[in-house]
């Protein structure tokens, strides 16, 4: 492999590359950077996402034009505004020492005029998504009438996304003589007829082989039953305590629900579609970048072009309609050297599609169960353990350690230990102590349908209690109050609806008994508090018009929600009021707003 200098760089760009840290250069580098300085030549170059494409052609691009000069020679063309901005920067911190030189982004959802003016002040080269490069050609704001160098980068998703006609009428605005540089991840069909079409005898680069993912992503398929995905789901994020992961759904609406879900039980997730404003999924994208949203879920439109390095883990919500999707999905993940898991959350029916993705990717999938409540609860408190051990210790607390001290006079060493971890782990453990096996092949017969994750399915007893708003209780404090006198866990009770003198909750059916025995005899504040079993199901919530609830509910099941989160569309959850939950309190129903009233409430279910 050769070193940079090797490659024919000139000082510049390598004084760039050493402040940028490149050691060596990737193997499309160092197979293409060579090709493109000494000849004038078309290439066609095929890479897995995250080896490193831009530099591959940003430094000879840079190293060819002409600085000096005010002329529009370079155009690169890329999908979506996201890859449009990342590749201008890039290019910007790669010619950081190339005096005079203008790159400069054209994308849609930005002003034309400002766009334009940095083109009049001189471009050398324009990094443009194609609808507004033809929009910008045909009100005559750009000049590409002499260009040099046309890039088509990650031609397999422009083609996806239906650019060719586009990407046809730009280049025919370009000079027949330029050289045209076609970089893709795959090469579908669409992708070789672009390269017939618009390149003279291209060399032919390819990086691993065609249509292969990564070999630095692994995958693995849970099978579980379709109405568990989402629980699923939970607990291979609460499984993986340091994850960093995109989570790939198939429509807008249930990209929408998942996220919202996720955010409402308390992880930092936000939601990436269509239907958000270009101002909305940049401040995702933005949230999702400084790691403030671990878990970005998103449609596969929408993910298109994130570049994000450090994705830990790609799962799929559900499998894309189109199985050649799912190299996009999974090469979010295993980027610029790093490892990473492509994860799949199927039902039993869906197991062929795995078996052609196999094909495609030339790959073997793990078979891998779901953990269980306890293996996951060791997870974290190893983590926390971890996380402790590696904590600096800040010395603010030094001023109260006397204080601090006198009050743990007495306790050992273990048992402090035992009681700070408590803290934190105590609500994990309640959750899923009661946990079930989700598994789809657990001997767990139950009838499972389609996609009713959403559905809350209960075998439950509705109580009517004489306290009520003129007792000063509103649904959150009587929650809390019922769970404390009964010493129940988060998800013990739920609908509770609170009147002005009296209210409603339900809990499981099991423990009814043990409900109406406590507050056989109940004096709370001098008064007898009563309870009794209420006529009313409380299934009449509007909300769940037509729902059916069958089957047994399970302590980690959804409660009908009561609120939403967020009033109107397009939650994204970074920047609102969850900023405030930091990494540590990021997991599951465990989110510090259960135990905080300092917290914004809205969020919590009924
Ligand atoms: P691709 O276009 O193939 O998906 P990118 O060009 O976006 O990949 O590069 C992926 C990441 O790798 C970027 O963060 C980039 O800065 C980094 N990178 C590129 N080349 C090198 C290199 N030679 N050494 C280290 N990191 C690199
Ligand atoms: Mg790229």
Same mark, same amino acid.
């Given at each position: 492999m050769n070193t940079f200098l090797q490659l024919g760089l000139n000082e510049d760009l390598l004084k760039a590359i050493i402040d940028l840290?490149?050691?060596?250069?990737?193997?499309?580098?160092?197979?293409?950077?060579?090709?493109?300085?000494?000849?004038?030549?078309?290439? $066609?170059?095929?890479?897995?996402?995250?080896?490193?494409?831009?530099?591959?052609?940003?430094?000879p691009m840079l190293q060819k034009i002409n600085i000096d000069s005010r002329t529009t020679q370079?155009?690169?063309?890329?999908?979506?505004?996201?890859?449009c901005m990342q590749i201008t920067n890039e290019l910007k911190?790669?010619?950081?020492?190339?005096?005079?030189?203008? $790159?400069?982004?054209?994308?849609?959802?930005?002003?034309?005029?400002?766009?334009?003016?940095?083109?009049?002040?001189?471009?050398?080269?324009?990094?443009?998504?194609?609808?507004?490069?033809?929009?910008?050609?045909?009100?005559?704001?750009?000049?590409?009438?002499k260009i040099e160098y046309a890039v088509l980068d990650e031609a397999d998703e422009m083609?996806?996304?239906?650019?060719?006609?586009?990407?046809?009428? *730009?280049?025919?605005?370009?000079?027949?003589?330029?050289?045209?540089?076609?970089?893709?991840?795959?090469?579908?069909?669409?992708?070789?007829? *672009?390269?017939?079409?618009?390149?003279?005898?291209?060399?032919e680069i390819t990086v691993g082989s065609k249509n292969v993912g990564s070999d630095q992503v692994t995958h693995e398929y849970y099978m579980v039953g379709g109405r568990d995905r989402?629980?699923?789901?939970?607990?291979?994020?609460?499984a993986n305590p340091d994850i960093f992961s995109v989570i790939f759904c198939r429509t807008k609406h249930e990209t929408q629900k998942v996220a919202e879900k996720l955010i409402e039980d308390g992880y930092n997730a936000g939601a990436l579609h269509g239907?958000?404003?270009?101002?909305?999924?940049?401040?995702?994208?933005?949230?999702?970048?400084?790691?403030?949203?671990?878990?970005?879920?998103?449609?596969? $439109?929408?993910?298109?072009?994130?570049?994000?390095?450090?994705?830990?883990?790609?799962?799929?919500?559900?499998?894309?309609?189109?199985?050649?999707?799912?190299?996009?999905?999974?090469?979010?993940?295993?980027?610029?050297?790093?490892?990473?898991?492509?994860?799949?959350?199927?039902?039993?029916?869906?197991?062929?599609?795995?078996?052609?993705?196999?094909?495609?990717?030339?790959?073997?999938?793990?078979?891998?169960?779901?953990?269980?409540?306890?293996?996951?609860?060791?997870?974290?408190?190893?983590s926390l353990a971890n996380k402790i051990h590696n904590t600096e210790i800040n010395h603010e607390i030094d001023n109260h350690i006397e204080i601090i001290n006198e009050m743990f006079a007495d306790t050992s060493k273990d048992e402090l230990?035992?009681?700070?971890?408590?803290?934190?782990?105590?609500?994990?453990?309640?959750?899923?102590?009661?946990?079930?096996?989700?598994?789809?092949?657990?001997?767990?017969s139950r009838e499972r349908s389609g996609d009713s994750d959403f559905e809350p399915s209960e075998n439950s007893t509705r109580y009517f209690i004489n306290v009520g708003n003129k007792d000063g209780y509103d649904w959150m404090s009587l929650k809390d109050f019922l769970k404390?006198?009964?010493?129940?866990?988060?998800?013990?009770?739920?609908?509770?609806?609170?009147?002005?003198?009296?209210?409603?909750?339900?809990?499981?059916?099991?423990?009814?008994?043990?409900?109406?025995?406590?507050?056989?005899?109940?004096?709370?504040?001098?008064r007898f508090v009563n309870v009794e079993v209420s006529a009313d199901k409380g299934n009449s919530n509007k909300k769940r018009s037509g729902g059916k609830f069958s089957g047994k509910r399970r302590s980690d099941d959804f409660q009908p929600k009561g609120k939403r989160r967020s009033e109107g569309k397009g939650g994204y959850s970074a920047g609102s009021d969850n900023r405030s939950s930091s990494k540590s309190n990021r997991s599951g129903a465990f989110s510090k707003f259960e135990n905080d009233s300092s917290r914004p409430r809205k969020s919590r279910r009924k």
């Open positions: 840290g490149f050691e060596t250069p990737s193997e499309v580098q160092d197979k293409t950077i060579p090709i493109l300085l000494e000849k004038d030549t078309d290439l $066609v170059a095929l890479a897995q996402t995250g080896t490193g494409k831009t530099a591959a052609f940003g430094f370079g155009l690169i063309l890329s999908p979506t505004r996201e890859l911190l790669y010619g950081k020492y190339c005096k005079g030189l203008n $790159v400069v982004a054209i994308y849609g959802g930005a002003s034309i005029i400002d766009q334009s003016k940095d083109v009049k002040r001189g471009a050398q080269i324009l990094v443009a998504t194609p609808g507004r490069m033809k929009d910008m050609i045909n009100r005559n704001l750009v000049d590409i009438s083609l996806n996304m239906g650019f060719f006609e586009d990407i046809t009428d *730009i280049l025919s605005h370009t000079p027949k003589d330029k050289n045209t540089w076609l970089f893709s991840a795959t090469m579908p069909q669409e992708v070789s007829t *672009i390269a017939k079409k618009f390149m003279h005898n291209p060399i989402y629980l699923a789901l939970k607990r291979l994020a609460d239907d958000l404003s270009q101002n909305q999924r940049d401040m995702v994208m933005k949230s999702f970048r400084a790691k403030q949203i671990q878990m970005l879920v998103a449609t596969d $439109v929408a993910a298109r072009g994130i570049d994000v390095d450090d994705i830990t883990h790609v799962i799929n919500y559900q499998l894309p309609d189109e199985i050649e999707t799912y190299t996009h999905r999974s090469g979010r993940t295993g980027r610029a050297g790093k490892t990473g898991i492509s994860m799949v959350i199927i039902t039993k029916s869906e197991m062929r599609k795995i078996k052609s993705i196999e094909r495609i990717i030339k790959k073997q999938f793990e078979a891998k169960e779901i953990p269980s409540g306890i293996d996951i609860c060791q997870v974290q408190l190893m230990i035992k009681k700070f971890f408590s803290v934190e782990f105590t609500r994990f453990y309640n959750y899923y102590k009661k946990s079930k096996d989700l598994n789809a092949d657990a001997g767990n404390e006198v009964l010493d129940l866990g988060r998800d013990d009770v739920f609908k509770v609806d609170v009147k002005d003198s009296f209210s409603f909750f339900n809990t499981d059916a099991a423990i009814t008994p043990k409900v109406l025995e406590f507050f056989t005899d109940y004096k709370h504040n001098d």
